[in-house]
């Protein structure tokens, strides 16, 4: 069954519309759903809705509720990535993978070693990351769509990262400590965690420093040297296997 999504103001006491011009579109022309036909919804906050289409418009698409109910697939714990921005299309990947593995939101950052650069349009990649959350998360069934935040600096994310009950920090001159043993030693599972992992080159020992002042759990991702679009993959895997599974 197809999954899509709407806003609280279009979702009435017996029906639902859809009236984002895309979600129309494959509804009528690429999926061909017809009246009777059924497809799941949800409001991005809390409810997820079982519905069967009524009414099929160019304008909107009207859906009766069957069945109403809290968000089922959605993790208990908040996992916000901070991923420093790689070179080319790895971003998409990075995107698409931990949405489907269960990431609250993914915020690009400029680090030291960081080579791409704004040149005034990173705000079109910004969009175009957001519509890869978009596509993902429909085909994985979750109850919200991840956001992938506007980009900020080092600093920035350092600002933040007093707001997460515990910040994961995956280092490659880290040797013993693994991220079993940092949330396994927890007395009770966080509602907000942080990871962050680097660009290409790594993070610089100044900013290595800096987050550790900041109480960041240092930890490593194995013996073997990861890629970017790989760590983070595998660190929100990881992370959720130990906190969800």
Request: charged share 30%.
């Amino acid at each position: 069954m197809s999954r899509f999504f709407t806003s609280s103001e279009n979702i009435g006491e017996k029906s639902i519309r859809i009236t984002d011009k895309n979600d129309i579109h494959h509804i009528a022309k690429v999926l061909r759903l017809k009246i009777g036909d059924k497809i799941e919804l949800s409001d991005s906050v809390k409810w997820e809705y079982e519905t069967e289409i009524s009414f099929i418009d160019k304008d909107y698409v009207e859906a009766v509720i069957i069945d109403k109910q809290k968000f089922a697939n959605e993790p208990k714990t908040k996992v916000t990535l901070f991923q420093g921005v790689p070179k080319q299309g790895k971003m998409e990947l990075i995107i698409q993978k931990n949405v489907e593995l269960g990431v609250y939101e993914i915020v690009p950052v400029f680090t030291d070693r960081t080579v791409v650069t704004d040149n005034g349009k990173f705000s079109k990649k910004i969009e175009r990351w957001q519509k890869v959350s978009d596509e993902a998360v429909k085909q994985c069934k979750r109850g919200i769509i991840p956001m992938v935040s506007g980009d900020i600096s080092f600093k920035e994310m350092l600002e933040r990262l007093g707001g997460f009950e515990l910040v994961l920090f995956p280092y490659e001159n880290e040797e013993d400590r693994t991220i079993k043993d940092a949330l396994r030693n927890l007395e009770k599972i966080p509602e907000t965690v942080a990871i962050i992992i680097g660009p290409e080159g790594g993070f610089s020992e100044q900013e290595a420093q800096r987050l550790r002042a900041c109480n960041a759990e240092c930890v490593t991702l194995g013996k073997t040297t990861l890629r970017t679009e790989t760590a983070g993959i595998a660190a929100l895997a990881m992370t959720m296997y130990e906190l969800e599974l």
